[in-house]
């Protein structure tokens, strides 16, 4: 499919799965009284919901969901592994990490934004410490076993910090926060994740071309001139931020970033770069629909959109790794 | 023109040096064979030269910038990695990613400088299938044809012939003699010696990192010289089709 249909399609799916997000929920006004609330803030009650609830709800589904995308695409890219996923070099174990310390400490509670900043300090922590293990030169191999060291500590401290829990209530929050969801959330979780998102998207937007050399390996793409460690930094960098910032906001979500380019990649040649974009759009809309979905399959039960991400991504992970396994084969 | 200059250039791992105060020039028009038993520093050698390993000396490649070098030269990898199902002209066209600004496009340059390679590797027939469906040689002929793409006065080629039917290893080496002949020069390692004395204007043989011998062929595979590298005896003749040479048995 050529690249342009293929982008401007998935925008359109994008914009139907925004609109059909922004219609949806148990407040229970009609589409056309729900728009023209939000365009206009006519009628207190429904301009409330929609501009305070339900906007930023479908503005967090769409970064959070592209960053997803984006940086599955980019690391499977640069590991040239098809397996490799956000949760792989340690970022969001470490953002996780970082706000269930905020939420056991009670730093959580002392102002409104100190868990999402918490859950940034973590992925950052883990970029630095991956950056000092894997050395000058990130080849893939030392990459991933840094990023499975890390998160396999930020497993082990987090698993700690919920057992040596005091407070039962704290360590039910804490769970409740990991399933990973979009609801409640406000435009201050909006603004607070927005830069770094930025930043991220910006970083492995111009990653493009040195993942298309990649193709050919290590030597040849540093032969065509791609500067790897320079490569690398910006991967890095603009992974934690993108996904330290999303997990901060929304809790931890996976598999997004593992079964958008997986479905996205033979409709674009298997290309790397090509990937990037149309990755971000098909996590945007899967994020969309899915957080759409937890308010249709049961509206009263605050289905979390981590668990129902895991559902349904977990059984394509194992035909995934069955249909590369016959591929190596 | 010299293409390349190296100059007491060593690689050491550990104490041990791998390549040892190597020095070389590569002029225009030239196909350099490098030969030598395994593990003698060829592939150390080139990826040195190129800045890939960290080494003490003179390349004349180092003194350039990254995007200026992968202008002048080009690098054929040893291991054939092609990690997505990419179409085969898609992987060609990575040979032109030194010649194009950032963000810019491939234009109709890039796009004849494919073609070009396509069809001197006789792959026009398999331009649009995914690369990693061919067979192991068919994918050897696409990696040799995105070196090729890049259009540098020098080409660096680890064992590009490796895995090749005859006719296509023939094929290779004659590309590259087409290159000389246009003032462009090769070096290519090679473990077929036989390929290497009648399709090389020059052989740089190595032994334990070190460089034994640099000459004409029939100089540089003398019986002393194969008996004491390679520990082989052989056969090595000039008649009116070129040089032959058949290694008869292992000795010593």
């Known amino acids: 499919m050529r690249q342009g249909v293929l982008l401007s399609t998935l925008g359109a799916l994008v914009a139907a799965l925004f609109l059909l997000s922004l219609l949806t929920g148990p407040a229970g006004f009609g589409p056309g009284e729900s728009l023209h609330a939000l365009l206009t803030g006519q009628g207190e009650a429904v301009a409330l919901v929609m501009r305070e609830i339900r906007l930023?709800?479908?503005?967090l589904a769409v970064m959070v969901g592209a960053s997803l995308g984006l940086s599955g695409a980019a690391l499977q890219g640069y590991l040239r592994n098809p397996l490799a996923e956000p949760g792989l070099i340690g970022v969001s174990g470490s953002a996780a990490l970082g706000a269930v310390i905020a939420?056991?400490?009670g730093v959580a509670a002392s102002f409104a934004l100190a868990l999402p900043l918490a859950a940034l300090t973590g992925s950052l922590v883990a970029v630095l410490l991956i950056l000092a293990?894997?050395?000058p030169r990130g080849e893939s191999l030392t990459l991933i076993l840094a990023g499975i060291a890390i998160s396999a500590l930020a497993g082990a401290l987090t698993s700690l910090v919920l057992n040596l829990s005091p407070n039962p209530f704290a360590v039910s929050e804490t769970v409740f926060w990991m399933l990973g969801s979009l609801a409640d959330r406000s435009f201050r979780h909006v603004w607070i994740a927005l830069p770094f998102v930025a930043l991220g998207w910006f970083l492995?937007?111009?990653?493009?071309r040195g993942l298309d050399a990649l193709t050919l390996g290590e030597d040849a793409a540093a032969s065509l001139g791609i500067g790897l460690t320079r490569l690398r930094l910006m991967l890095v960098i603009g992974t934690a931020a993108a996904v330290g910032a999303s997990t901060a906001v929304a809790g931890a979500i996976g598999f997004v970033g593992l079964v958008v380019p997986h479905l996205l990649r033979p409709l674009v040649g298997g290309q790397p770069g090509r990937l990037l974009p149309a990755s971000a759009l098909g996590g945007a809309a899967m994020v969309l629909a899915a957080d759409v979905a937890v308010r249709f399959i049961l509206p009263d039960r605050d289905l979390k959109l981590g668990v129902l991400m895991a559902l349904v991504g977990a059984p394509l992970f194992l035909h995934l790794i069955y249909k590369t396994r016959r591929q190596l084969t | 023109m010299?293409?390349?200059?190296?100059?007491?250039?060593?690689?050491?791992?550990?104490e041990c040096p791998v390549v040892d105060h190597a020095t070389f020039r590569i002029e225009g028009g030239e196909v350099v064979g490098l030969i030598g038993p395994n593990g003698a520093g060829k592939t150390t050698l080139m990826r040195a030269a190129l800045g890939l390993l960290p080494s003490t000396g003179q390349s004349s490649l180092l003194a350039m910038g990254p995007a200026e070098r992968a202008r002048h030269a080009a690098w054929l990898p040893q291991s054939r990695e092609i990690a997505w199902p990419v179409a085969v002209r898609t992987l060609v066209?990575?040979?032109?990613?030194?010649?194009?600004?950032?963000?810019?496009?491939?234009?109709?340059?890039d796009e004849a400088a494919v073609d070009e390679a396509l069809a001197a590797m006789d792959l026009s027939?398999?331009?649009d299938r995914p690369a990693t469906e061919l067979s192991g040689g068919e994918q050897a002929r696409v990696l040799i044809a995105r070196a090729l793409a890049q259009e540098t006065p020098l080409i660096l080629a680890d064992e590009p012939t490796a895995g090749l039917d005859p006719g296509h290893q023939i094929a290779a080496l004659e590309r590259f003699t087409d290159l000389a002949r246009r003032g462009q020069s090769v070096l290519v390692s090679l473990h077929d010696l036989g390929l290497?004395?009648?399709?090389?204007?020059?052989l740089i043989l190595m032994h334990r990192g070190r460089i034994e011998a640099d000459g004409r062929p029939r100089e540089v595979l003398s019986p002393d010289l194969l008996r004491d590298v390679f520990g082989i005896r052989a056969h090595l003749s000039e008649g009116p089709d070129g040089v032959v040479f058949q290694p008869l048995e292992v000795i010593g």
């Open chain 1, 204 to 208: 492995l937007s111009r990653t493009a």
């Open chain 2, 125 to 127: 027939a398999f331009a």
């Open chain 2, 196 to 202: 290497a004395a009648r399709h090389c204007t020059r």
């Open chain 1, 56 to 59: 930023p709800r479908a503005i």
């Open chain 1, 133 to 135: 293990l894997a050395g």
């Open chain 1, 103 to 105: 939420l056991q400490t």
């Open chain 2, 2 to 14: 010299t293409l390349l200059a190296l100059n007491d250039l060593t690689v050491r791992r550990g």
């Open chain 2, 93 to 109: 066209l990575l040979g032109r990613v030194p010649h194009l600004a950032g963000g810019q496009r491939p234009g109709a340059a």
